[in-house]
């Protein structure tokens, strides 16, 4: 039983799904930024190939994060389908519709994400 109102929880699918969509066109994106750094001297100066292949490294930092955030969307589809979606996983407690608007994807409440970062 959820926490969450039906008219809370349908939004925050909404919400979640949009997301889903949004992070798959990132992750395109990210990939193809990722997978184009142009090697030939001829055409590109030393300048430009160092900016080419930063871009490419934060393409793959992007992607990571993206994709990080994807499994976490998934997982949350996940719950919603299972009817247990909004609850911490560390300490089993309702979180916040606040919260929730902001990131749907949430894990955790705000005290188990703080400890969380406290310990490392
Ligand atoms: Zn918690």
Same mark, same amino acid.
């Given at each position: 039983?959820?926490?969450?109102?039906?008219? *809370?929880?349908? +939004?925050?699918?909404?919400?979640?799904?949009?997301? !889903? &969509?949004?992070?798959? @066109?990132?992750?395109? #994106?990210?990939?193809?930024?990722?997978?184009?750094?142009?090697?030939?001297?001829?055409?590109?100066?030393?300048?430009?190939?160092?900016?080419?292949?930063?871009? *490419?490294?934060? +393409?793959?930092?992007?992607?990571?994060?993206?994709? !990080? &955030?994807?499994?976490? @969307?998934?997982?949350? #589809?996940?719950?919603?389908?299972?009817?247990?979606?909004?609850?911490?996983?560390?300490?089993?407690?309702?979180?916040?519709?606040?919260?929730?608007?902001?990131?749907?994807?949430?894990?955790?409440?705000?005290?188990?994400?703080?400890? !969380?970062?406290?310990?490392?």
């Amino acid at each position: 039983m959820s926490a969450l109102k039906p008219s *809370q929880l349908a +939004a925050l699918k909404i919400h979640l799904n949009e997301l !889903q &969509q949004q992070l798959e @066109v990132f992750l395109n #994106l990210d990939e193809a930024a990722a997978g184009t750094v142009e090697l030939d001297q001829g055409k590109v100066g030393r300048l430009s190939r160092i900016d080419a292949l930063q871009q *490419q490294a934060m +393409a793959q930092a992007n992607s990571e994060v993206h994709k !990080q &955030q994807l499994v976490r @969307v998934h997982r949350a #589809l996940h719950k919603i389908e299972q009817g247990d979606y909004g609850y911490c996983d560390e300490c089993g407690e309702a979180i916040p519709f606040a919260r929730l608007q902001v990131q749907p994807e949430s894990d955790f409440c705000v005290k188990c994400l703080q400890t !969380q970062e406290n310990t490392g």
